[in-house]
Nanobody
Framework: QGRLVESGGGSAQAGGSLSLSCVAY?????????MNWYRQAPGKEREFVSG???????RYAESVKGRFTTSRNNAKNTLTLQMNSLTVEDTAMYYC????????????????WGRGTLVTVSS
C-alpha cells in the first residue's frame, strides 16, 4: 500500500530553522507524480506551501518565498522542506501530498496525503 510519511517536525524559536522530510513508499511503479507541502494552522484552512512537479519545477507560496527551500530525490522518492527564518505564523501541521499521473497502483492516480508533522514556532 502506498503511503506518505512525514518527519522532522518539532519546536523552534522565531528566526530558527527546521527541516521536514517526506518519503513516498511504494511509488516506484507510478509513472510520475508531483510532490507538495501543505500546512494547516489551528482554526485555518489547509494551504499550499511549496512543491516540485514531476518535471523538476518548483513552486512556493508568497508567504514562504526566500525562506523555505524544497528539494526532491527521485531515486528515493523523498521530498524535503528546509525552513529558515521561521516565524510564529509558520506554526502549523505540515502535510506531504502527491498528485499522480498514473501507474500500476491506485495511489499512483490523483492526490494522496500523509498524516502530517507538527511545527511549532515560539517567539
Amino acid at each position: 500500500q502506498g503511503r506518505l510519511v512525514e518527519s522532522g517536525g518539532g519546536s523552534a524559536q522565531a528566526g530558527g530553522s527546521l527541516s521536514l522530510s517526506c518519503v513516498a513508499y511504494e511509488y516506484t511503479s507510478c509513472r510520475g507524480f508531483d510532490m507538495n507541502w501543505y500546512r494547516q494552522a489551528p482554526g485555518k484552512e489547509r494551504e499550499f506551501v511549496s512543491g516540485i512537479n514531476r518535471d523538476g519545477s518548483t513552486r512556493y507560496a508568497e508567504s514562504v518565498k526566500g525562506r523555505f527551500t524544497t528539494s526532491r530525490n527521485n531515486a528515493k522518492n523523498t521530498l524535503t522542506l528546509q525552513m529558515n527564518s521561521l516565524t510564529v505564523e509558520d506554526t502549523a501541521m505540515y502535510y506531504c501530498q502527491t498528485a499522480g499521473y498514473g501507474g500500476a497502483w491506485q495511489w499512483c492516480f490523483g492526490t494522496q496525503w500523509g498524516r502530517g508533522t507538527l511545527v511549532t514556532v515560539s517567539s
